[in-house]
Protein backbone atom coordinates (compact mmCIF):
# COMPACT_ATOMS: atom_id res chain seq x y z
CA UNK A 1 0.00 0.00 0.00
CA UNK A 2 0.92 3.38 -0.51
CA UNK A 3 2.43 5.70 2.68
CA UNK A 4 0.20 8.44 1.07
CA UNK A 5 -3.17 6.80 0.57
CA UNK A 6 -5.87 6.00 2.65
CA UNK A 7 -5.67 2.25 3.96
CA UNK A 8 -9.47 1.62 2.36
CA UNK A 9 -12.20 3.16 0.62
CA UNK A 10 -14.13 4.10 3.79
CA UNK A 11 -16.19 7.34 3.64
CA UNK A 12 -14.65 10.89 4.63
CA UNK A 13 -16.92 13.25 6.18
CA UNK A 14 -18.10 16.03 4.23
CA UNK A 15 -18.50 19.84 4.83
CA UNK A 16 -21.33 20.49 2.67
CA UNK A 17 -24.61 18.95 3.09
CA UNK A 18 -24.32 16.62 0.16
CA UNK A 19 -22.90 12.99 -0.29
CA UNK A 20 -20.40 11.16 1.51
CA UNK A 21 -17.59 9.82 -0.56
CA UNK A 22 -14.45 7.85 -0.68
CA UNK A 23 -11.40 9.53 -1.27
CA UNK A 24 -11.30 6.99 -4.29
CA UNK A 25 -14.42 8.04 -5.39
CA UNK A 26 -13.56 11.89 -4.92
CA UNK A 27 -10.11 11.76 -6.60
CA UNK A 28 -9.50 9.11 -8.93
CA UNK A 29 -10.86 9.52 -12.55
CA UNK A 30 -11.08 7.47 -15.53
CA UNK A 31 -8.53 10.05 -17.46
CA UNK A 32 -5.68 9.42 -14.42
CA UNK A 33 -5.22 6.10 -16.27
CA UNK A 34 -4.21 8.69 -19.95
CA UNK A 35 -0.40 8.10 -20.58
CA UNK A 36 -1.00 12.06 -21.35
CA UNK A 37 -1.78 15.29 -18.76
CA UNK A 38 -5.00 16.03 -18.64
CA UNK A 39 -5.09 19.01 -20.68
CA UNK A 40 -3.90 17.30 -23.66
CA UNK A 41 -6.00 14.34 -23.36
CA UNK A 42 -8.62 16.46 -23.85
CA UNK A 43 -7.58 18.43 -26.73
CA UNK A 44 -6.79 15.61 -28.82
CA UNK A 45 -9.86 13.47 -28.01
CA UNK A 46 -12.25 17.38 -29.15
CA UNK A 47 -9.82 17.16 -32.46
CA UNK A 48 -10.77 13.37 -32.77
CA UNK A 49 -14.45 14.34 -32.45
CA UNK A 50 -14.49 17.11 -34.61
CA UNK A 51 -12.40 15.77 -36.97
CA UNK A 52 -14.18 12.07 -37.07
CA UNK A 53 -17.47 14.14 -37.67
CA UNK A 54 -17.08 16.72 -39.97
CA UNK A 55 -15.09 13.98 -42.50
CA UNK A 56 -18.10 11.63 -42.03
CA UNK A 57 -20.71 14.18 -43.09
CA UNK A 58 -18.78 15.42 -46.08
CA UNK A 59 -18.04 12.31 -47.23
CA UNK A 60 -21.65 11.27 -46.80
CA UNK A 61 -23.52 14.56 -48.20
CA UNK A 62 -20.56 13.26 -51.36
CA UNK A 63 -22.63 9.95 -51.27
CA UNK A 64 -25.75 10.98 -51.40
CA UNK A 65 -24.93 13.95 -54.51
CA UNK A 66 -23.56 11.24 -56.15
CA UNK A 67 -26.85 8.61 -55.52
CA UNK A 68 -23.56 6.29 -54.18
CA UNK A 69 -25.34 4.38 -51.68
CA UNK A 70 -24.36 4.83 -47.67
CA UNK A 71 -24.24 1.41 -46.99
CA UNK A 72 -20.92 1.51 -49.43
CA UNK A 73 -18.40 2.23 -46.60
CA UNK A 74 -14.73 2.75 -47.69
CA UNK A 75 -11.42 1.65 -44.95
CA UNK A 76 -11.14 5.77 -44.43
CA UNK A 77 -14.71 5.67 -43.13
CA UNK A 78 -14.83 2.57 -40.88
CA UNK A 79 -11.60 4.87 -39.20
CA UNK A 80 -13.51 7.95 -39.50
CA UNK A 81 -16.40 6.06 -37.78
CA UNK A 82 -14.23 3.94 -34.90
CA UNK A 83 -12.63 7.61 -34.02
CA UNK A 84 -15.95 9.01 -33.48
CA UNK A 85 -17.04 6.57 -31.51
CA UNK A 86 -13.94 6.31 -29.30
CA UNK A 87 -14.02 10.14 -28.62
CA UNK A 88 -17.42 9.92 -27.97
CA UNK A 89 -17.04 7.38 -25.01
CA UNK A 90 -14.17 9.32 -23.55
CA UNK A 91 -16.00 12.33 -23.93
CA UNK A 92 -19.28 11.18 -22.22
CA UNK A 93 -16.55 9.56 -19.29
CA UNK A 94 -14.97 12.73 -18.85
CA UNK A 95 -18.09 15.08 -18.67
CA UNK A 96 -21.03 13.13 -18.53
CA UNK A 97 -20.81 10.83 -15.59
CA UNK A 98 -20.84 13.75 -12.64
CA UNK A 99 -23.43 15.04 -14.19
CA UNK A 100 -25.79 11.85 -14.32
CA UNK A 101 -24.53 11.29 -10.66
CA UNK A 102 -25.45 15.00 -9.51
CA UNK A 103 -28.69 13.98 -10.69
CA UNK A 104 -29.13 11.45 -9.22
CA UNK A 105 -27.69 12.02 -5.78
CA UNK A 106 -29.57 15.65 -5.75
CA UNK A 107 -32.48 14.02 -4.23
CA UNK A 108 -30.74 12.51 -0.78
CA UNK A 109 -29.25 16.14 -0.06
CA UNK A 110 -33.07 16.88 -0.09
CA UNK A 111 -34.04 14.05 2.27
CA UNK A 112 -30.81 15.59 4.50
CA UNK A 113 -32.67 18.97 4.27
CA UNK A 114 -35.97 18.03 5.06
CA UNK A 115 -34.46 15.75 7.77
CA UNK A 116 -33.07 19.08 9.38
CA UNK A 117 -36.23 21.07 9.39
CA UNK A 118 -37.75 18.28 11.21
CA UNK A 119 -34.87 18.80 13.75
CA UNK A 120 -34.91 22.25 14.27
CA UNK A 121 -38.28 22.20 15.13
CA UNK A 122 -37.96 19.35 17.52
CA UNK A 123 -35.12 21.53 18.87
CA UNK A 124 -37.43 24.77 19.08
CA UNK A 125 -39.73 22.88 21.17
CA UNK A 126 -37.44 21.37 23.30
CA UNK A 127 -36.33 24.96 24.23
CA UNK A 128 -40.00 26.05 24.61
CA UNK A 129 -40.78 22.91 26.97
CA UNK A 130 -37.55 24.07 28.63
CA UNK A 131 -38.43 27.77 29.41
CA UNK A 132 -41.83 26.01 31.37
CA UNK A 133 -39.51 23.95 33.78
CA UNK A 134 -37.48 26.72 36.38
CA UNK A 135 -34.33 24.27 36.54
CA UNK A 136 -32.47 23.13 39.37
CA UNK A 137 -35.50 24.43 41.98
CA UNK A 138 -37.22 22.03 44.97
CA UNK A 139 -40.05 20.15 43.49
CA UNK A 140 -40.43 22.49 40.60
CA UNK A 141 -37.94 19.94 38.30
CA UNK A 142 -39.84 17.06 37.13
CA UNK A 143 -40.45 18.13 32.72
CA UNK A 144 -43.21 17.59 31.21
CA UNK A 145 -43.82 14.62 29.13
CA UNK A 146 -41.73 15.17 25.75
CA UNK A 147 -42.39 14.19 22.40
CA UNK A 148 -41.62 11.18 20.96
CA UNK A 149 -37.58 11.17 22.25
CA UNK A 150 -35.23 12.33 19.08
CA UNK A 151 -32.14 9.88 18.52
CA UNK A 152 -29.07 11.50 20.06
CA UNK A 153 -27.35 12.11 16.52
CA UNK A 154 -30.25 14.35 15.08
CA UNK A 155 -29.65 17.07 18.16
CA UNK A 156 -25.89 16.49 17.02
CA UNK A 157 -26.77 17.29 13.21
CA UNK A 158 -28.74 20.93 14.23
CA UNK A 159 -25.99 22.13 16.14
CA UNK A 160 -23.92 22.00 12.93
CA UNK A 161 -24.13 23.97 9.80
CA UNK A 162 -22.20 21.80 7.85
CA UNK A 163 -23.49 18.30 8.29
CA UNK A 164 -21.50 16.34 6.94
CA UNK A 165 -17.49 17.23 5.60
CA UNK A 166 -16.50 16.33 2.77
CA UNK A 167 -13.05 16.95 1.76
CA UNK A 168 -12.47 19.47 -1.80
CA UNK A 169 -9.70 19.27 -4.14
CA UNK A 170 -7.83 22.18 -2.74
CA UNK A 171 -8.08 20.35 0.68
CA UNK A 172 -6.19 17.34 -1.11
CA UNK A 173 -3.54 19.61 -1.91
CA UNK A 174 -2.91 20.69 2.33
CA UNK A 175 -3.92 17.48 3.18
CA UNK A 176 -0.36 16.29 1.42
CA UNK A 177 1.51 18.79 2.45
CA UNK A 178 0.66 18.06 6.06
CA UNK A 179 1.67 14.35 5.32
CA UNK A 180 4.99 15.59 3.73
CA UNK A 181 5.24 17.89 6.99
CA UNK A 182 5.51 21.16 4.86
CA UNK A 183 2.66 22.66 6.49
CA UNK A 184 2.78 22.13 10.26
CA UNK A 185 -0.16 20.26 11.57
CA UNK A 186 -1.02 22.99 14.28
CA UNK A 187 -0.67 25.85 12.18
CA UNK A 188 -4.09 24.75 10.49
CA UNK A 189 -6.25 26.78 12.38
CA UNK A 190 -4.67 30.15 11.49
CA UNK A 191 -4.00 29.19 8.21
CA UNK A 192 -7.37 28.40 7.13
CA UNK A 193 -9.71 30.45 9.80
CA UNK A 194 -11.85 27.64 9.73
CA UNK A 195 -11.49 25.33 12.52
CA UNK A 196 -13.51 22.53 11.57
CA UNK A 197 -11.99 22.51 8.01
CA UNK A 198 -8.76 22.15 9.23
CA UNK A 199 -9.81 19.28 12.33
CA UNK A 200 -11.33 17.55 9.09
CA UNK A 201 -8.06 17.87 7.32
CA UNK A 202 -5.79 16.73 9.83
CA UNK A 203 -7.58 14.06 10.80
CA UNK A 204 -7.51 13.21 6.90
CA UNK A 205 -3.35 13.40 6.89
CA UNK A 206 -3.70 11.31 10.38
CA UNK A 207 -5.34 8.72 9.06
CA UNK A 208 -2.91 8.34 5.76
CA UNK A 209 0.06 8.90 8.18
CA UNK A 210 -0.75 5.97 10.63
CA UNK A 211 -2.29 3.82 7.96
CA UNK A 212 -4.96 3.80 10.62
CA UNK A 213 -8.60 4.32 10.27
CA UNK A 214 -10.79 7.17 12.85
CA UNK A 215 -13.87 5.95 11.75
CA UNK A 216 -16.01 5.48 14.70
CA UNK A 217 -14.46 9.08 15.96
CA UNK A 218 -17.14 11.70 15.41
CA UNK A 219 -15.51 14.89 13.34
CA UNK A 220 -19.29 16.34 12.66
CA UNK A 221 -21.39 17.50 15.37
CA UNK A 222 -19.04 19.46 17.29
CA UNK A 223 -17.99 23.16 17.35
CA UNK A 224 -14.70 23.50 17.00
CA UNK A 225 -14.48 27.36 17.38
CA UNK A 226 -15.72 26.88 20.56
CA UNK A 227 -12.22 25.06 21.91
CA UNK A 228 -9.96 27.27 20.29
CA UNK A 229 -6.96 28.63 22.08
CA UNK A 230 -9.29 27.33 25.37
CA UNK A 231 -9.78 23.60 25.48
CA UNK A 232 -7.88 21.37 23.12
CA UNK A 233 -5.21 22.13 20.43
CA UNK A 234 -5.02 19.75 17.32
CA UNK A 235 -8.63 18.50 17.30
CA UNK A 236 -9.61 15.44 14.91
CA UNK A 237 -12.91 14.76 16.24
CA UNK A 238 -14.11 14.20 19.53
CA UNK A 239 -15.25 11.31 22.07
CA UNK A 240 -18.91 10.22 23.17
CA UNK A 241 -19.43 9.73 26.49
CA UNK A 242 -23.11 8.91 27.83
CA UNK A 243 -24.34 11.19 30.18
CA UNK A 244 -26.88 9.83 32.95
CA UNK A 245 -29.03 11.12 35.37
CA UNK A 246 -29.12 10.66 39.36
CA UNK A 247 -31.39 12.30 41.30
CA UNK A 248 -33.30 14.18 42.20
CA UNK A 249 -30.95 14.54 44.82
CA UNK A 250 -32.19 17.00 47.45
CA UNK A 251 -29.68 18.82 49.73
CA UNK A 252 -29.70 21.81 51.53
CA UNK A 253 -34.04 21.63 50.73
CA UNK A 254 -33.24 21.91 47.02
CA UNK A 255 -33.60 19.40 44.70
CA UNK A 256 -30.65 18.58 41.57
CA UNK A 257 -31.00 16.19 38.75
CA UNK A 258 -26.89 15.21 39.06
CA UNK A 259 -25.68 14.71 35.62
CA UNK A 260 -22.51 12.24 35.42
CA UNK A 261 -20.47 10.99 31.83
CA UNK A 262 -19.38 7.81 32.47
CA UNK A 263 -19.19 4.23 30.49
CA UNK A 264 -19.24 2.35 34.20
CA UNK A 265 -22.60 0.42 34.05
CA UNK A 266 -23.88 0.40 37.54
CA UNK A 267 -22.52 4.01 38.35
CA UNK A 268 -25.23 5.95 37.84
CA UNK A 269 -28.09 3.25 39.11
CA UNK A 270 -26.20 3.06 41.52
CA UNK A 271 -25.73 6.68 42.43
CA UNK A 272 -29.45 7.17 42.04
CA UNK A 273 -30.30 4.70 44.51
CA UNK A 274 -28.38 6.80 47.18
CA UNK A 275 -29.75 9.72 46.14
CA UNK A 276 -33.31 7.80 46.53
CA UNK A 277 -32.91 6.90 50.34
CA UNK A 278 -31.58 10.62 50.85
CA UNK A 279 -34.47 11.73 49.56
CA UNK A 280 -37.18 9.67 51.59
CA UNK A 281 -34.71 10.40 55.05
CA UNK A 282 -35.48 14.09 54.98
CA UNK A 283 -32.42 15.19 52.71
CA UNK A 284 -28.93 16.07 53.13
CA UNK A 285 -27.28 19.48 54.81
CA UNK A 286 -24.09 20.60 52.93
CA UNK A 287 -21.58 23.06 54.70
CA UNK A 288 -19.02 24.97 53.11
CA UNK A 289 -16.02 24.93 55.84
CA UNK A 290 -13.61 26.96 53.45
CA UNK A 291 -13.09 28.30 50.17
CA UNK A 292 -9.81 29.07 48.22
CA UNK A 293 -7.65 27.66 45.36
CA UNK A 294 -3.62 27.52 45.91
CA UNK A 295 -0.52 28.32 44.01
CA UNK A 296 2.70 27.63 45.82
CA UNK A 297 5.70 28.59 43.81
CA UNK A 298 9.41 27.81 44.32
CA UNK A 299 12.05 30.36 45.15
CA UNK A 300 16.00 29.56 45.73
CA UNK A 301 18.33 31.95 47.79
CA UNK A 302 21.82 31.41 47.75
CA UNK A 303 21.44 30.79 51.71
CA UNK A 304 18.67 28.73 53.99
CA UNK A 305 18.98 32.35 56.40
CA UNK A 306 17.72 34.50 53.14
CA UNK A 307 15.20 31.83 52.33
CA UNK A 308 14.03 32.09 56.11
CA UNK A 309 13.98 36.03 56.35
CA UNK A 310 11.27 36.37 52.90
CA UNK A 311 9.14 33.35 54.96
CA UNK A 312 8.87 35.41 58.07
CA UNK A 313 8.32 38.96 56.00
CA UNK A 314 5.92 36.70 54.46
CA UNK A 315 4.07 35.75 56.89
CA UNK A 316 4.16 38.74 59.58
CA UNK A 317 0.39 39.95 59.62
CA UNK A 318 1.91 43.67 59.03
CA UNK A 319 2.95 42.88 55.72
CA UNK A 320 0.08 41.00 54.62
CA UNK A 321 -2.35 44.26 53.37
CA UNK A 322 0.28 45.69 51.10
CA UNK A 323 0.95 41.64 49.73
CA UNK A 324 -2.88 41.59 49.30
CA UNK A 325 -3.05 44.69 47.53
CA UNK A 326 -0.41 43.62 45.04
CA UNK A 327 -2.25 40.24 44.65
CA UNK A 328 -5.51 41.21 43.76
CA UNK A 329 -4.51 43.56 41.35
CA UNK A 330 -4.62 40.99 38.72
CA UNK A 331 -8.66 40.28 39.04
CA UNK A 332 -11.77 41.29 40.10
CA UNK A 333 -12.41 37.83 41.78
CA UNK A 334 -8.89 36.70 43.18
CA UNK A 335 -8.42 38.40 46.75
CA UNK A 336 -5.61 37.18 48.45
CA UNK A 337 -6.98 35.07 51.55
CA UNK A 338 -3.16 33.47 53.43
CA UNK A 339 -0.02 33.01 52.27
CA UNK A 340 1.56 29.38 53.26
CA UNK A 341 5.47 28.62 53.46
CA UNK A 342 7.66 25.77 53.70
CA UNK A 343 11.42 25.61 53.76
CA UNK A 344 13.72 22.94 52.32
CA UNK A 345 17.30 24.28 52.83
CA UNK A 346 17.49 27.15 50.44
CA UNK A 347 14.36 26.85 49.36
CA UNK A 348 11.05 28.31 49.77
CA UNK A 349 7.95 27.33 48.80
CA UNK A 350 5.18 29.78 49.33
CA UNK A 351 2.03 28.74 49.17
CA UNK A 352 -0.84 31.40 47.94
CA UNK A 353 -4.31 30.51 49.03
CA UNK A 354 -7.36 33.26 47.37
CA UNK A 355 -11.10 33.29 46.75
CA UNK A 356 -11.58 33.29 42.90
CA UNK A 357 -15.40 33.67 42.63
CA UNK A 358 -17.48 31.20 39.84
CA UNK A 359 -13.81 30.50 38.37
CA UNK A 360 -12.17 26.86 39.41
CA UNK A 361 -9.30 29.46 39.83
CA UNK A 362 -5.82 27.99 38.52
CA UNK A 363 -5.33 30.89 36.10
CA UNK A 364 -6.57 33.52 38.32
CA UNK A 365 -4.46 32.51 41.29
CA UNK A 366 -1.17 32.18 39.05
CA UNK A 367 -1.29 35.97 37.79
CA UNK A 368 -1.65 37.06 41.67
CA UNK A 369 1.62 34.99 42.57
CA UNK A 370 3.05 36.45 39.74
CA UNK A 371 2.22 40.44 40.60
CA UNK A 372 3.53 39.28 44.30
CA UNK A 373 6.88 37.72 43.02
CA UNK A 374 7.63 40.79 40.60
CA UNK A 375 6.82 43.29 43.87
CA UNK A 376 9.24 40.75 46.03
CA UNK A 377 11.96 41.05 43.70
CA UNK A 378 12.57 44.99 45.09
CA UNK A 379 12.97 43.78 48.45
CA UNK A 380 14.54 40.31 47.57
CA UNK A 381 16.86 41.32 44.65
CA UNK A 382 18.71 37.88 45.43
CA UNK A 383 15.87 35.68 45.03
CA UNK A 384 15.77 33.23 42.06
CA UNK A 385 12.03 32.02 40.70
CA UNK A 386 12.55 28.76 39.70
CA UNK A 387 9.05 27.58 39.24
CA UNK A 388 5.48 29.41 39.33
CA UNK A 389 4.32 26.26 40.30
CA UNK A 390 6.38 24.06 43.04
CA UNK A 391 4.47 21.50 43.72
CA UNK A 392 3.41 22.56 47.24
CA UNK A 393 0.33 23.70 45.51
CA UNK A 394 -0.31 20.78 45.14
CA UNK A 395 -2.45 20.32 41.59
CA UNK A 396 -3.32 16.90 40.14
CA UNK A 397 -0.92 14.74 42.63
CA UNK A 398 -2.66 13.11 45.33
CA UNK A 399 -0.66 15.37 48.79
CA UNK A 400 -0.99 15.16 52.23
CA UNK A 401 -0.89 18.98 52.02
CA UNK A 402 -4.70 19.22 50.31
CA UNK A 403 -5.92 16.63 52.57
CA UNK A 404 -4.95 18.50 55.81
CA UNK A 405 -5.11 22.00 54.54
CA UNK A 406 -8.04 21.69 51.65
CA UNK A 407 -7.63 23.47 47.97
CA UNK A 408 -11.03 24.34 46.00
CA UNK A 409 -14.21 23.91 48.54
CA UNK A 410 -13.94 22.03 51.59
CA UNK A 411 -17.11 20.74 52.14
CA UNK A 412 -18.74 18.13 54.31
CA UNK A 413 -22.23 16.75 53.83
CA UNK A 414 -24.09 14.67 55.89
CA UNK A 415 -27.70 13.30 56.34
CA UNK A 416 -29.54 10.92 58.47
CA UNK A 417 -31.00 7.77 56.90
CA UNK A 418 -33.97 6.40 58.64
CA UNK A 419 -33.58 2.63 59.27
CA UNK A 420 -36.68 1.55 57.46
CA UNK A 421 -34.88 3.04 53.98
CA UNK A 422 -31.96 1.81 55.26
CA UNK A 423 -33.58 -1.69 54.53
CA UNK A 424 -36.31 -1.58 52.16
CA UNK A 425 -34.32 0.69 49.67
CA UNK A 426 -30.79 0.06 50.17
CA UNK A 427 -31.68 -3.69 51.35
CA UNK A 428 -29.34 -3.67 54.60
CA UNK A 429 -28.88 -2.77 58.15
CA UNK A 430 -27.82 0.48 60.09
CA UNK A 431 -25.52 -2.58 62.09
CA UNK A 432 -23.81 -3.66 59.34
CA UNK A 433 -23.51 -0.28 57.53
CA UNK A 434 -21.81 1.18 60.22
CA UNK A 435 -19.05 -2.02 61.21
CA UNK A 436 -18.45 -1.86 56.80
CA UNK A 437 -17.64 1.45 56.88
CA UNK A 438 -14.95 1.47 60.17
CA UNK A 439 -13.32 -2.07 58.33
CA UNK A 440 -13.34 -1.05 55.23
CA UNK A 441 -13.33 2.65 54.56
CA UNK A 442 -11.45 3.39 58.16
CA UNK A 443 -9.21 0.61 58.89
CA UNK A 444 -8.94 -0.64 55.70
CA UNK A 445 -7.37 2.29 54.33
CA UNK A 446 -5.40 2.66 57.42
CA UNK A 447 -3.74 -0.49 56.43
CA UNK A 448 -3.25 0.49 52.87
CA UNK A 449 -1.86 3.48 54.02
CA UNK A 450 -4.46 5.96 52.38
CA UNK A 451 -4.31 9.72 51.83
CA UNK A 452 -7.62 10.86 51.38
CA UNK A 453 -8.88 7.83 50.72
CA UNK A 454 -11.23 6.93 53.10
CA UNK A 455 -14.01 6.33 51.35
CA UNK A 456 -15.22 3.19 49.09
CA UNK A 457 -15.54 5.14 45.41
CA UNK A 458 -16.06 8.87 45.88
CA UNK A 459 -13.77 9.16 42.51
CA UNK A 460 -16.21 7.68 40.18
CA UNK A 461 -18.64 10.43 41.16
CA UNK A 462 -16.18 13.02 41.52
CA UNK A 463 -15.10 12.25 38.21
CA UNK A 464 -18.07 11.50 36.30
CA UNK A 465 -19.56 14.59 37.65
CA UNK A 466 -16.47 16.63 36.44
CA UNK A 467 -16.46 15.69 33.14
CA UNK A 468 -20.25 15.88 32.51
CA UNK A 469 -19.99 19.64 33.63
CA UNK A 470 -16.64 20.70 32.08
CA UNK A 471 -14.50 20.45 34.98
CA UNK A 472 -10.76 19.84 34.76
CA UNK A 473 -10.82 15.71 34.91
CA UNK A 474 -7.16 15.16 36.40
CA UNK A 475 -8.65 17.51 39.35
CA UNK A 476 -10.16 13.87 40.39
CA UNK A 477 -7.39 13.15 42.18
CA UNK A 478 -7.16 15.56 44.77
CA UNK A 479 -11.08 16.45 44.70
CA UNK A 480 -11.36 12.87 45.90
CA UNK A 481 -10.35 12.83 48.71
CA UNK A 482 -12.73 11.90 51.06
CA UNK A 483 -13.14 10.21 54.28
CA UNK A 484 -16.53 8.64 54.66
CA UNK A 485 -17.63 8.65 58.77
CA UNK A 486 -21.11 6.33 59.35
CA UNK A 487 -22.83 5.88 63.23
CA UNK A 488 -25.74 4.77 64.68
CA UNK A 489 -28.10 7.39 65.96
CA UNK A 490 -31.56 7.90 67.69
CA UNK A 491 -31.27 4.63 69.61
CA UNK A 492 -29.29 2.73 66.84
CA UNK A 493 -32.22 2.66 64.62
CA UNK A 494 -31.08 5.45 62.27
CA UNK A 495 -28.03 5.95 59.81
CA UNK A 496 -25.56 9.09 60.29
CA UNK A 497 -23.80 9.32 57.38
CA UNK A 498 -21.48 12.07 56.55
CA UNK A 499 -18.45 12.76 53.95
CA UNK A 500 -15.96 15.06 54.65
CA UNK A 501 -14.03 16.61 51.41
CA UNK A 502 -11.56 19.47 51.68
CA UNK A 503 -10.24 19.82 48.47
CA UNK A 504 -12.98 19.81 46.00
CA UNK A 505 -12.15 22.05 42.96
CA UNK A 506 -14.34 22.84 40.59
CA UNK A 507 -16.02 26.30 38.71
CA UNK A 508 -18.64 27.34 36.72
CA UNK A 509 -17.43 29.94 34.21
CA UNK A 510 -13.31 29.32 32.33
CA UNK A 511 -11.97 26.17 31.38
CA UNK A 512 -14.44 23.84 29.82
CA UNK A 513 -17.55 24.48 31.35
CA UNK A 514 -18.56 27.29 28.76
CA UNK A 515 -18.57 24.21 25.75
CA UNK A 516 -22.25 23.28 24.68
CA UNK A 517 -22.24 20.83 26.34
CA UNK A 518 -20.90 20.78 29.40
CA UNK A 519 -23.11 24.16 30.50
CA UNK A 520 -25.98 22.50 29.34
CA UNK A 521 -25.24 20.27 32.31
CA UNK A 522 -24.56 22.99 34.84
CA UNK A 523 -28.16 24.71 33.56
CA UNK A 524 -29.37 21.45 34.65
CA UNK A 525 -27.79 22.09 37.88
CA UNK A 526 -28.74 25.57 37.79
CA UNK A 527 -25.09 26.46 38.37
CA UNK A 528 -24.40 27.62 34.59
CA UNK A 529 -21.75 30.84 34.25
CA UNK A 530 -21.08 33.35 36.94
CA UNK A 531 -24.08 33.56 40.03
CA UNK A 532 -25.47 36.82 39.32
CA UNK A 533 -26.81 37.07 42.99
CA UNK A 534 -22.78 36.91 44.80
CA UNK A 535 -19.85 36.15 43.27
CA UNK A 536 -18.49 32.27 43.86
CA UNK A 537 -22.30 31.18 44.52
CA UNK A 538 -22.62 28.73 41.83
CA UNK A 539 -19.41 27.27 41.73
CA UNK A 540 -19.65 26.86 45.90
CA UNK A 541 -23.45 25.36 44.69
CA UNK A 542 -21.65 22.75 42.23
CA UNK A 543 -19.23 21.96 45.25
CA UNK A 544 -22.29 21.12 47.22
CA UNK A 545 -23.87 18.69 44.62
CA UNK A 546 -21.01 17.39 43.92
CA UNK A 547 -20.20 16.59 47.73
CA UNK A 548 -23.84 15.37 48.15
CA UNK A 549 -23.71 12.90 44.58
CA UNK A 550 -20.61 11.28 46.51
CA UNK A 551 -22.16 11.12 49.56
CA UNK A 552 -25.38 9.20 47.75
CA UNK A 553 -22.69 7.03 46.11
CA UNK A 554 -21.23 6.23 49.26
CA UNK A 555 -24.53 4.89 50.71
CA UNK A 556 -25.85 3.06 47.87
CA UNK A 557 -22.04 0.97 47.23
CA UNK A 558 -21.89 0.34 50.88
CA UNK A 559 -25.12 -0.59 50.81
CA UNK A 560 -24.60 -2.81 48.19
CA UNK A 561 -21.12 -4.35 49.56
CA UNK A 562 -22.90 -4.70 53.38
CA UNK A 563 -25.66 -6.84 51.36
CA UNK A 564 -23.12 -9.02 49.33
CA UNK A 565 -25.01 -7.71 46.11
CA UNK A 566 -21.94 -6.21 44.26
CA UNK A 567 -21.40 -8.83 41.94
CA UNK A 568 -24.71 -9.58 40.82
CA UNK A 569 -25.34 -5.75 40.20
CA UNK A 570 -22.46 -5.68 38.37
CA UNK A 571 -23.59 -8.92 36.34
CA UNK A 572 -26.58 -7.46 35.93
CA UNK A 573 -25.93 -3.60 34.60
CA UNK A 574 -21.77 -4.31 33.47
CA UNK A 575 -22.04 -7.23 31.34
CA UNK A 576 -24.93 -6.73 28.71
CA UNK A 577 -26.23 -10.29 26.54
CA UNK A 578 -24.06 -9.11 23.78
CA UNK A 579 -21.90 -11.60 22.71
CA UNK A 580 -18.54 -9.13 23.22
CA UNK A 581 -16.70 -11.73 20.88
CA UNK A 582 -19.01 -10.79 18.37
CA UNK A 583 -19.13 -7.20 18.93
CA UNK A 584 -15.26 -6.65 19.03
CA UNK A 585 -14.72 -8.50 15.85
P1 LIG B 1 -9.51 29.68 35.90
O1 LIG B 1 -8.88 30.73 36.76
O2 LIG B 1 -10.43 28.75 36.60
O3 LIG B 1 -8.52 28.96 35.04
P2 LIG B 1 -10.28 31.46 33.82
O4 LIG B 1 -9.23 32.44 34.19
O5 LIG B 1 -10.18 30.74 32.54
O6 LIG B 1 -10.52 30.40 34.98
O7 LIG B 1 -11.74 32.13 33.85
C1 LIG B 1 -12.10 33.06 34.72
C2 LIG B 1 -12.47 34.29 33.92
O8 LIG B 1 -13.84 34.53 34.08
C3 LIG B 1 -11.72 35.50 34.41
O9 LIG B 1 -11.32 36.27 33.31
C4 LIG B 1 -12.78 36.26 35.21
O10 LIG B 1 -12.56 37.64 35.17
C5 LIG B 1 -14.06 35.88 34.49
N1 LIG B 1 -15.27 35.89 35.36
C6 LIG B 1 -16.45 36.43 35.04
N2 LIG B 1 -17.33 36.27 36.03
C7 LIG B 1 -16.70 35.60 37.01
C8 LIG B 1 -17.08 35.13 38.29
N3 LIG B 1 -18.32 35.29 38.79
N4 LIG B 1 -16.17 34.46 39.00
C9 LIG B 1 -14.94 34.26 38.53
N5 LIG B 1 -14.51 34.68 37.34
C10 LIG B 1 -15.38 35.35 36.56
Not at 87 to 104: A, E, K, N, P, R
Not at 507 to 517: I, K, P, R
Request: proline fraction near 4%.
Amino acid sequence: MEAGRRSSTKPVQSLKPTKTVSVDEDLTKASDALPLPLHLSNAVFFTLFFSAVYFLLSHWREKIRTSTPLSVVTFSEIIAILAFVASFIYLLGFFGIDFVQSLILRPQTEVWNSEDDDEVADVLLRKKDARKVPCGQALDCSLPPLPPPAPIVTVQKVLDENPVTVLTEEDEEIIKSVVAGTTPSYSLESKLGDCKRAAAIRREALQRLTGKSLEGLPLDGFDYESILGQCCEMPVGYVQIPVGIAGPLLINGREYSVPMATTEGCLVASTNRGCKAIHLSGGATSTLLRDGMTRAPVVRFGTAKRAADLKLYLEDPDNFDTLAVVFNRSSRFGRLQGIKCAIAGKNLYLRFTCTTGDAMGMNMVSKGVQNVLDFLQTDFPDMDVMGISGNFCSDKKPAAVNWIEGRGKSVVCEAIIKGDVVRKVLKTTVESLVELNMLKNLTGSAMAGALGGFNAHASNIVTAVYIATGQDPAQNVESSHCITMMEAVNDGKDLHISVTMPSIEVGTVGGGTQLASQSACLNLLGVKGASKESAGANSRMLAAVVAGAVLAGELSLMSALAAGQLVKSHMKYNRSNKDVSKASS
